[in-house]
């Protein structure tokens, strides 16, 4: 019985975890309550101290697991250079900018996180690192390390022209920020 019920608070954590990540994306880390939250994940608002100690703990575990699903992403794509090609053309796709609450947490909350205390602060600091490393990588296979300012460079062009893009009303020139923004990635990783 007490091993079922390990597990249960298990997936139930992870549930509260994937579905708050979701309405972040969406709503903002501020624009979403505990009670939302909560009720996004099927519970009452009483079960959320069950799992953490505060919304920071909350938002600085779905930092960690948004960004580690993010990079164990990267693992699907093509492999070296071809990959990274394939990753900017789909991060500045029409498709992620319109839909933030599928996307990536960092074009979607990092004026937030910068608000945010030192847990997600740093939760979100490993994520961006492994980020950048698997970036660099890609880049540069026989010495990542060299790649580094490259990959910290890409993946700020990314994240801006996203961000732009998402802010503009006017669809064309919005669209033309995000196909200005792979030529520009494109260019940048030669």
């Known amino acids: 019985m007490v091993r079922y019920a390990k597990e ?7 549930r509260i975890i994937e579905k708050a990540g979701h309405r972040f994306k969406q709503d903002g ?3 979403s309550g505990i009670s939302t939250l909560m009720s996004d994940a099927g519970l009452t608002n009483g079960a959320f101290y069950a799992h953490f100690a505060s919304k920071d703990d909350l938002v600085a575990h779905v930092m960690a697991d948004q960004l580690r699903t993010q990079v164990a992403r ?6 070296g ?3 990274l090609e394939d990753l900017v053309r789909e991060y500045l796709s029409p ?9 990536c947490p960092s074009a979607a909350l990092l004026d937030e996180i910068g608000r945010c205390g030192d847990g997600p602060k740093q939760a979100y600091t490993d994520g961006a690192r ?9 880049l540069a ?9 490259k990959a910290i ?15 503009l009303s006017d669809r064309k020139f919005a669209d033309e920020v995000l196909e200005q923004g792979i030529e520009s990635a494109l260019t940048f990783m030669r």
């Open 29 to 31: 880390i501020d624009g």
């Open 141 to 149: 296979p026989e010495n990542p390390q060299s790649a580094r300012g």
């Open 81 to 83: 250079r071809q990959g």
């Open 153 to 167: 460079g890409l993946f700020t062009m990314m994240v801006g022209a996203l961000q732009l893009s998402r802010a």
């Open 130 to 138: 492994d980020i950048v490393e698997e970036i660099a990588a890609r």
């Open 74 to 79: 990267y693992g699907t794509l093509r492999p």
């Open 8 to 14: 249960h608070k298990q997936v139930t954590r992870q």
């Open 95 to 103: 498709e992620h900018r319109d839909h933030p609450g599928d996307g």
